[in-house]
């Protein structure tokens, strides 16, 4: 080895060999099985025990080597998932009870963001097998028929969250998006509001969003109201979009009295420029959102939205493929509930 600084030949230390399950072992005064447990199943090691042993494996800097053992086991004890964005909150909360949960069986997450891309996800499908992931996370049901005889060729467990679908032959972990906003929609309309705008995501390729628009339109329809009655806009999900979408909507022919978005995001922006064109919220206008994120309880009026069980289906899921990748009887498809939370952004049309 050349040290280019003094342009010298110099000698090269030779490496340190890593420590084995056998030097850590042989450091804490146990057997190698109660290494590997401490490291496995701790919960099976009595704390002092445990303890010893974990100070040990930091003191020698001992990391196992999972490659060799995946090739014994045939499994990485991994688990991917891919999400739509990793802007939005809801996701990140989910997948962080997903991830909680998932580490007390012993399972590491790995993640994927698939832009909303059909053609992206079926890529990072192939690429998380090809990594070795044991079982996947997927949102939503909609992907290509390639996509699932992919999966159902590998023999690869999955399980679909955000969304639920009766009867199907797929895991699900999921609510009924257009229950859900419908039930949200009649409320609108119970307030007398009829000239309703609707913010939505792009609805093709994203079952959750057409299906909360199915919702809105079938509550119109018990009122007697047609759907194209109803202005329809869709953008992709964020603050800016929804606040230039709420602002063309504003300056078309016929202002509604009711805007209902397809998420907390996209109706945080209406809000912003509702207010910017010197509206009243709710007086002049009322706006919904769909999530129940963080900031739908902090702006300014609070955001009347639909709460999601982000956290429930994060841990639902992950219980689900630990369960699969165990040998256990494929569950049936878990709806979870959903609850309308009423804050200050909706109220009823102006003069009634």
């Not at 007390?104 to 690429?127: D, F, M, W």
């Not at 032959?169 to 007398?192: E, P, S, T, Y």
């Not at 869709?234 to 929804?242: A, F, V």
């Not at 702006?299 to 689900?320: D, Y």
Request: with cysteine; charged share 20%; aromatic share 4%.
């Amino acid at each position: 080895m050349v040290d280019r600084t003094t342009n010298r030949r110099v000698a090269r230390k030779p490496a340190t060999p890593s420590p084995t399950l056998q030097d850590v072992a042989q450091a804490a005064g146990v057997s190698t099985a109660t290494v590997s447990r401490c490291l496995n199943s701790p919960e099976l090691v009595v704390e002092q025990t445990r303890e010893r042993v974990l100070a040990v494996v930091q003191e020698l800097g001992y990391a196992p080597n999972f490659g060799a053992r995946a090739l014994a086991a045939k499994r990485t004890n991994t688990i991917g998932a891919i999400i739509p964005t990793m802007e939005n909150a809801i996701f990140a909360r989910g997948l962080q009870a997903f991830q909680e949960e998932l580490a007390r069986h012993g399972l590491t997450l790995l993640v994927a963001s698939s832009s909303y891309s059909p053609k992206l996800e079926e890529e990072q499908i192939r690429t998380l097998l090809a990594r070795g992931a044991d079982a996947l996370l997927l949102i939503g049901f909609e992907r290509s028929a390639r996509a699932y005889e992919l999966l159902q060729q590998r023999g690869v467990p999955y399980v679909i969250a955000w969304a639920y679908c009766a009867g199907s032959d797929h895991h699900a972990i999921g609510f009924d998006n257009r229950a859900a906003m419908r039930a949200l929609a009649r409320q609108v309309f119970g307030l007398g509001h009829r000239d309703v705008a609707i913010i939505a995501a792009p609805m093709d390729s994203n079952d959750r969003a057409r299906e909360r628009v199915l919702g809105i339109w079938d509550a119109a329809a018990e009122v007697g109201l047609n759907r194209d009655a109803l202005t329809l806009v869709q953008t992709p999900y964020s603050i800016e979009n929804g606040a230039r979408v709420m602002a063309e909507i504003l300056a078309g022919p016929r202002r509604p009295t009711a805007v209902m978005c397809g998420n907390d995001v996209l109706a945080v922006g209406a809000m912003g420029a509702a207010r910017a064109a010197g509206l009243s919220v709710p007086g002049d206008l009322s706006i919904t959102g769909f999530d129940d994120i963080e900031i739908a309880g902090i702006v300014t009026p609070g955001l009347t939205t639909v709460h999601v069980p982000h956290r429930q289906m994060g841990i639902e899921a992950a219980r689900v493929l630990a369960a699969l990748l165990s040998g256990g009887a494929p569950p049936v498809p878990l709806l979870l509930e959903t609850q309308i939370i009423s804050r200050a952004s909706l109220g009823p049309v102006s003069g009634t």
